[in-house]
C-alpha cells in the first residue's frame, strides 16, 4: 500500500499507527509528496490518521510505480533537466584515459549538442589484467573538463567505499549492469543527495531493474534514470540484445526517466546509431553514448566508441526522430 499525506507531522503519524498493528512501514519525501508505504498486499484496515490518498498499487514496486504518479518525474543533472518532452544525450570516453583526451572528448560533445559527459574512472572489467581505470585521478580530469565546458559529470561507482568520492565529483553516479543488484550500494545509494543513472543487469529482467530503482527511491532518492543498454540472449552476433520492448514498457509503468545505452549492446560502432534511433522511437528521453577522439586506440571498448564525426551525425539523426515525436 502506498499512501500520500498533507505533512511530515501526519507521516510520522501514520507510519507509527501502521506499525503498533504489526504492519512495517516506511516514511519517505520524494518529488514533493509525503508517502508512507508497506509492503505490496498488507492492507490496514481502522486507520485514524487523516491521508489524501491511499493507494493499493498491484506491483511490486510501488514508489516508482506510474500507477499512483502519472505526471512524468524529472531529474535533474547539473543545471539541465532530463525528462519527457526532451531529448537529452549523455556522451563520452568509455574510460577516462588522459587530460588530453577527456577535454577534447568534452569539448567535441559539447558542440555537437551533447547534454552531459561521461567518462569511467572506476572500470568494471571481465578480465582483472584489463585496464581497470584511474581512479580518483579520473575523477579530477572530469572535473576540469566539466570547467572547461560547462557539461555536468556522470561517472559509475562500483564500490561503495568509494561513494563519498564519487560524490565529490560528479553530478550524477552511474550503477553499471552488473551492480544493478547491489542492494548494499543501492541502498548507500538512497543517501547519496545525487541523482542515479541505473542501467540495467544484462540478466536482469524489466520488474528486477524497477524493483532495483524502488530500492534507492525507498532508502531516501528519487532521482533515479533508468537506463537500458541490452541483455544477453542465444544470439551473440552483436553484443548484447537492446530490449526496446523494455524501454516501452518501463516509460508505461514507471514515472522516472528512461534512457537508452546503444554503445553497449552495439559492440560495434557501425551498429550505434541505428539502436540509438530505435532507443528514442520507443519512447526513451535521452541517451549515454561512448565517443572518444581516436576510438581503435582507447584503452576500453575500442570497437565500440564513435568518433566525434560519427557523433554529429548521431545528434542530428536523433533530433529528427525526437522532432518526428514531438519532442525538442
Ligand atoms: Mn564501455
Known amino acids: 500500500m502506498l499512501y500520500v499525506v498533507d505533512s511530515r507531522e501526519l507521516g510520522k503519524a501514520l507510519k507509527e499507527e501502521i506499525e503498533s498493528k504489526g504492519v512495517p512501514a516506511w516514511y519517505v519525501e520524494l ?10 498486499n498488507s492492507k490496514v484496515n481502522g486507520l ?32 539541465r ?34 547534454d552531459a559527459l561521461r567518462g569511467g574512472a572506476f572500470k568494471p572489467r571481465t578480465s582483472p589484467y584489463t585496464f581497470q581505470g584511474l581512479g580518483e585521478r579520473g575523477l579530477i580530469l572530469l572535473a576540469k573538463a566539466r570547467e572547461a565546458t560547462g557539461l555536468p559529470i ?23 549492469a552488473r551492480n544493478m543488484q547491489n542492494f548494499t550500494l543501492l541502498k548507500k545509494l538512497g543517501r547519496a543527495g545525487k541523482p542515479v543513472l541505473l542501467k540495467r543487469g544484462f540478466g536482469n529482467t524489466i520488474d528486477e531493474w524497477l524493483l532495483a530503482a524502488e530500492y534507492i527511491a525507498l532508502h531516501g532518492n528519487g532521482d533515479v534514470v533508468l537506463v537500458e543498454r541490452g541483455i544477453r540472449t542465444f544470439d551473440r552476433t552483436l553484443r548484447f540484445t537492446l530490449d526496446v520492448g523494455a524501454i516501452a514498457y518501463a516509460k508505461q509503468h514507471t514515472h522516472l526517466p528512461v534512457i537508452g545505452d546503444p554503445s553497449h549492446p552495439a559492440g560495434d560502432r ?59
Open 31 to 40: 518529488w514533493g509528496h509525503y508517502i508512507v508505504v508497506t509492503p505490496p
Open 48 to 79: 485514524k490518521t487523516p491521508v489524501r490518498a491511499a493507494v493499493e498499487l498491484k506491483t511490486d514496486y510501488q514508489l516508482v510505480s506510474r500507477q499512483w504518479k502519472r505526471d512524468p518525474t524529472p531529474v535533474k543533472i547539473g543545471d
Open 81 to 114: 533537466e532530463i525528462g519527457e518532452g526532451r531529448l537529452f544525450i549523455i556522451a563520452g570516453p568509455c574510460s577516462v584515459e588522459t587530460e588530453e583526451q577527456i577535454l577534447t572528448t568534452a569539448k567535441a560533445v559539447k558542440e555537437a549538442g551533447a
Open 154 to 176: 556522470t561517472t559509475e561507482l562500483m564500490d561503495p567505499e568509494d561513494l563519498p568520492l564519487v560524490v565529490k565529483y560528479a553530478d550524477a553516479i552511474q550503477v553499471g
Open 270 to 328: 557501425r551498429f550505434v546509431i541505428p539502436l540509438a534511433l530505435a532507443i528514442l522511437a520507443a519512447g526513451a528521453d535521452g541517451l549515454i553514448v561512448e565517443v572518444h577522439p581516436d576510438p581503435d586506440n582507447a584503452w576500453s571498448d575500442a570497437k565500440q566508441q564513435l568518433t566525434f564525426e560519427q557523433f554529429k551525425e548521431l545528434v542530428e539523426k536523433a533530433r529528427a526522430v525526437a522532432r518526428a515525436l514531438g519532442r525538442v
